[in-house]
């Protein structure tokens, strides 16, 4: 856990959990209701996550409805398919009759046909029924961030159950409501987000939740009514075998590189694009390379065009893990520009690969990113000229740029890597199997 962290918890969560005295390796159901890796982080997670479980020994089965995950040898996929009513190039398609399965299938498209968003209920009661039909064959189910109504009860059918819940969202609510322009788009927003008043019911009946910072923990209590004593903070990390220094890779001059999984409020994107404009006043070869979808419209497609900033600004998306890492170690500058994050993924790696980093101080990302001035550039959310000030100066800075650089990586390797975050989910894992056969007065499994 991160100092920082470590402050916003307590010392009454920092103390060791209760430690099962059955050390053997665990059988464990990883749930992911969404799970690409290539948009959003719960995709990253899982595929991360279940990667450094499976190298401690543990056996590992992912079960995930569509964009399934990419997972790495060792980890099982069982695939728990649901309609796919938002794949590409169809999204909000209408199913045929043919494809209906059963009620939950109608419960799907019929949540879809009426603006809201069906897949974290409609999951949970697949998973539920799934897993009721493999009593036995499982130690510990994790949930991530589902929050169905399915997933209670688990315990009662002998699951014991963690759930991961990276920010409530709750928070993406909050922000989308307040930048809708008028009284269609938030209604639709509020008819959108109708699933998280089930997620907060489902959340405050968990027996434990993790989370990723101690930012994320103080939503998930304020803002869900989780109590304290059962949220556990479990930081994550970069993949630093993959994300390291190359100095083989060219360093381009004015490259600056972010991820935007979507053009939404939350993620800041449009005032980077508002600071580039500014900072190609001082440094014309100044460049943003969006690891990402490009918007055809919305903020910040607009911003663009009003900016003349097109051949400024670069789109770029499905890449294979090794030009990710390459478009990231060729970047003068990494940037995480949003409003708000409850961990942010994008910060610990591009800082693992040695690129300095200009960061927002939104939710978790100062755990994440460390002090100003010594790890990175920290800058209000939501101030384009503040962005435009910190990325003028990397730019026109080498020793400040290696010198935040090699600071960066040094802090993620202490404090934030795979492996630690297993181990430390692990321990999580152990002390929900040691509370579960407390109440049920059950015995440890026998081996088989």
């Known amino acids: 856990m ?19 005295a059955d050390d053997r390796p665990l059988r464990i159901a990883l749930l992911t209701y969404k799970g690409n890796p290539f948009c959003g982080g719960q995709g990253v997670y899982v595929r991360h996550l279940s990667r450094e479980l499976a190298r401690l020994g543990h056996r590992v089965e992912v079960i995930g409805a569509q964009p399934y995950p990419v997972l790495d040898e060792g980890v099982t996929l069982t695939e728990l398919p649901s309609l796919d009513l938002y794949r590409q190039p169809d999204p909000f398609r209408t199913p045929k009759r043919e494809e209906i399965r059963d009620w939950i299938d109608a419960l799907e498209v019929g949540t879809m046909w009426t603006g809201g968003f069906p897949e974290p209920l409609t999951f949970s009661l697949r998973v539920r029924r799934h897993l009721a039909a493999r ?26 159950l963690v759930t991961t819940i990276h920010h ?72 630093t075998r993959l994300f ?85 170690r060729g970047a003068q500058i990494s940037c995480v520009p949003s409003l708000y994050e409850g961990f942010s993924l994008p910060a610990a790696e591009a800082m693992a690969t040695g690129t300095p980093l200009v960061a927002t101080t939104g939710g978790a990302i100062p755990e ?28 026109g800075d080498a020793r400040l740029r290696a010198r935040l650089g090699a600071a960066g990586r040094e802090r993620v390797l202490a404090r934030f890597t795979w492996e630690q975050a297993a ?26």
């Open 2 to 20: 991160t100092t920082e962290a470590a402050q916003v918890v307590g010392p009454a969560s920092l103390a060791p959990p209760a430690r099962d």
């Open 135 to 160: 009593l036995g064959e499982f130690d510990v189910v994790h949930d991530n961030q589902t929050l169905g109504y399915g997933l209670l009860g688990m315990e009662r059918i002998g699951l014991p």
């Open 168 to 239: 409530p969202i709750t928070v993406d609510r909050r922000l989308e409501l307040s930048a809708a322009q008028d009284w269609k788009r938030r209604l639709s927003v509020r008819r959108w987000y109708g699933f998280t008043q089930m997620q907060k019911r489902v959340a405050r009946r968990l027996p434990s939740v993790l989370t990723v910072s101690g930012s994320s923990r103080r939503e998930i209590i304020d803002d869900l009514g989780v109590r304290p004593d059962r949220v556990h903070v479990v930081p994550i990390g970069a993949d």
């Open 244 to 328: 390291s220094p190359d100095p083989a890779v060219p360093e381009i001059p004015g490259r600056i590189v972010t991820t935007s999984s979507a053009d939404v409020p939350l993620k800041g994107l449009v005032h980077l694009v508002e600071a580039l404009a500014i900072v190609r006043r001082e440094h014309p070869h100044a460049h943003l390379v969006v690891v990402g979808k490009r918007p055809e419209k919305g903020p910040v497609a607009t911003a663009v065009e009003q900016h003349g900033l097109d051949g400024a600004v670069q789109f770029v998306k499905g890449i294979s893990d090794a030009e990710l890492v390459d478009l990231v």
């Open 368 to 395: 994440v990113a460390g002090p100003d001035g010594e790890t990175c550039l920290a800058v209000p959310p939501g101030d384009p000229e503040a962005l435009a000030g910190a990325l003028a100066r990397l730019l």
């Open 423 to 448: 181990r430390g989910t692990v321990e999580r894992y152990r002390a929900a199997i040691c509370q579960s056969r407390s109440s049920s007065g059950a015995s440890p499994r026998t081996p088989k």
